[in-house]
């Protein structure tokens, strides 16, 4: 069984950055692909960002530019670089893993209980 803990939510100001960060359980995951996904209230839930095993990388056009998606295996961490961060980007961020973007757009897979992302205007 996979566990995900994700770290690094808290308020920022518009303009401002943020780190997120995401420790795996079992050195499984460094042959899934993962992903952040977010949820704002009231909205469906948005698949932010994603890397698959080789570090190939992939963005949501609402955040292409201003954040960078990373994963250290040896560590079992995945990250979110989050810069230029505007009051749109306020959202419960998750991180997922799965054997492919299918697996975990589709909502299986293992995911983290979420950090909370705040940005004020």
């Known amino acids: 069984q996979v566990q995900l803990v994700e770290s690094g939510g808290g308020s920022v100001q518009a303009g401002g950055s943020l780190r997120l960060s995401c420790a795996a359980s079992?050195?499984?995951?460094?042959?899934?692909?993962m992903s952040w996904f977010r949820r704002a209230p009231g909205k469906e839930r948005e698949w932010v960002a994603g890397?698959?095993?080789?570090?190939?990388?992939d963005f949501a056009d609402s955040v292409k530019g201003r954040f960078t998606i990373s994963r250290d295996n040896a560590k079992k961490t995945l990250y979110l670089q989050m810069n230029s961060l505007k009051p749109e980007d306020t959202a419960m961020y998750y991180c997922?893993?799965?054997?492919?973007?299918?697996?975990?757009?589709?909502?299986?897979?293992?995911w983290g209980q979420g950090t909370q992302v705040t940005v004020s205007s």
């Open positions: 079992t050195w499984t995951v460094s042959s899934y692909y």
């Open positions: 997922a893993a799965g054997r492919c973007i299918e697996v975990v757009v589709g909502g299986f897979g293992y």
């Open positions: 890397i698959d095993r080789a570090g190939n990388t």
